[in-house]
């Protein structure tokens, strides 16, 4: 048995009960899995701003949402695309795990919901009516519609939590670092139930200009579905997405006792920094490795517990070969017989959301004994030589999973779910 994180506190069991997503792939959490499992990407041409003019002009767009069915008019106009997504995929996370807020446990519901970006869009709009209006007609709802932590603080308005209240802000792991850190507060007893994921929707011509000019996105514009290739030879970047992972956790007694539907427990949670790169991952993956080792020491868990990989694989030549390094080194001889699948195949990279949805496909796949493919798996590049599922889900039943996610500054993040006996 691996060496455990030794902690003062004592421990609790911690429960996935629901899940909430809002996808390219689809708005909700079954549609989504379903086009996951079936293969389906969910990228097409940018169709919410002119992108005639950027090397890419392909995206992860959200498609066919109506923030009205959510929320009020009038919260729907204060805020941000990334605060509506919040608050749909946490209706839907909530009505998944059967679970009403109410006076009695309000006060120990904590909601942990970050974003890599923000309010991109808000910004952006209101920049141009400065501009063309003067100061006097900036709405003062601009700043609270449009800073990162108004998701989970919207969230927790229109729902009631009163528990802690946070939102991480770690680029790309942002999502992953919300679900372990509001794990460990019902762990550690700050919490009993918690709200959490990621959330962003920066579908701007900013936010893509910026991506675009680190030459580190798919300009693979004449077939966009074909466009997110990980590990495959021929992938030429990432493909930027937008949406809204949300997961509802609780203490494992309190779960069982009311019970709920627990798609997994999680076990255990990691987390490292490079010290390398302000965008670049090392190249042999030692923040990788070390995130991943942290996350089973405090799962208790060894190696050869692991079954299946969601990986962070975001389709880029650096970081691909990266994360297979990684995995080679951490899980030795043991990682030919893993399954790893990055879903980033399909619906491209969700940004700060992306560590919210994947934990959520994860918790599935061990819940429902199916892995998710890797789509457009044609031929994988050199050194990745892992069992990358490719192209077609798998019926193979894992009792134990890890979800990675890594961001901008060397930021990492790692999470251990395993399936919970009926």
Same mark, same amino acid.
């Given at each position: ?51 005639s003019e950027f090397p890419t002009r392909i995206a992860g767009e959200v498609r066919d ?37 109410n006076d009695d446990n309000a006060d120990r519901i904590a909601v942990t919901i970050g ?45 009631? #939590?009163?528990?802690?209240? $946070?939102?991480?802000?770690? %680029?790309? &792991? !942002? ?6 850190? =509001? ?54 970047g990432f493909v930027m997405s937008e949406g809204a992972g949300v997961v509802f956790l ?50 208790? #868990?060894?190696?050869?517990? $692991?079954?299946?990989?969601? %990986?962070? &694989? !975001? ?6 070969? =990266? ?100």
């Amino acid at each position: 048995m691996a060496d455990s994180v030794s902690s003062p506190y004592p421990r609790r069991r911690v429960a996935v009960t629901g899940l909430g997503m809002v996808s390219p792939l689809a708005v909700g959490t079954e549609p989504t899995w379903e086009a996951i499992v079936a293969g389906r990407s969910g990228i097409r041409a940018i169709t919410k701003l002119d992108a005639s003019e950027f090397p890419t002009r392909i995206a992860g767009e959200v498609r066919d949402f109506d923030a009205t069915d959510y929320m009020e008019r009038r919260e729907v106009r204060r805020f941000d695309a990334f605060v509506h997504y919040a608050v749909a995929a946490t209706s839907m996370a909530l009505a998944d795990a059967d679970f009403t807020v109410n006076d009695d446990n309000a006060d120990r519901i904590a909601v942990t919901i970050g974003t890599g970006i923000g309010g991109f869009p808000l910004i952006e709009a209101t920049k141009e009516v400065l501009d063309a209006k003067g100061a006097r007609k900036v709405t003062p709802f601009f700043i609270p519609g449009a800073i990162a932590n108004m998701a989970a603080g919207q969230v927790s308005i229109h729902f009631g #939590a009163k528990g802690p209240n $946070v939102c991480p802000v770690t %680029a790309c &792991a !942002t999502g992953l670092h919300s679900v372990g850190d =509001a794990s460990r507060m019902i762990m550690h007893g700050y919490a009993d139930h918690a709200i959490s994921g990621g959330t962003e929707g920066a579908m701007t011509p900013l936010a893509i200009g910026g991506f675009c000019s680190t030459r580190a996105m798919s300009v693979r514009n004449h077939e966009p579905e074909r466009a997110s290739r990980p590990w495959d030879v021929d992938r030429d970047g990432f493909v930027m997405s937008e949406g809204a992972g949300v997961v509802f956790l609780e203490e494992m007694e309190a779960a069982q006792a009311r019970g709920a539907h627990i798609y997994a427990e999680v076990v255990g949670y990691g987390m490292s920094g490079d010290a390398y790169h302000i965008t670049a991952p090392h190249p042999e993956g030692d923040g990788m490795i070390r995130v991943m080792r942290a996350a089973l020491s405090d799962a208790r #868990a060894e190696p050869s517990d $692991v079954g299946y990989i969601n %990986a962070h &694989a !975001t389709s880029t030549q650096v970081g691909d070969v =990266a994360e297979v390094k990684a995995i080679k080194k951490v899980f030795g001889d043991h990682a030919s017989e893993l399954a790893v699948s990055s879903t980033k195949s399909a619906t491209g990279h969700l940004l700060g959301a992306a560590g919210g949805i994947e934990l959520g496909f994860l918790a599935l796949a061990i819940d429902r004994g199916i892995l998710p493919p890797t789509i457009n798996l044609e031929q994988p590049d050199e050194g990745c030589d892992l069992d990358f599922v490719p192209n077609e889900a798998r019926d193979t039943q894992v009792e134990c999973g890890v979800t990675n996610s890594f961001g901008f500054g060397g930021t990492n993040a790692s999470v251990v779910l395993k399936r919970v006996a009926s």
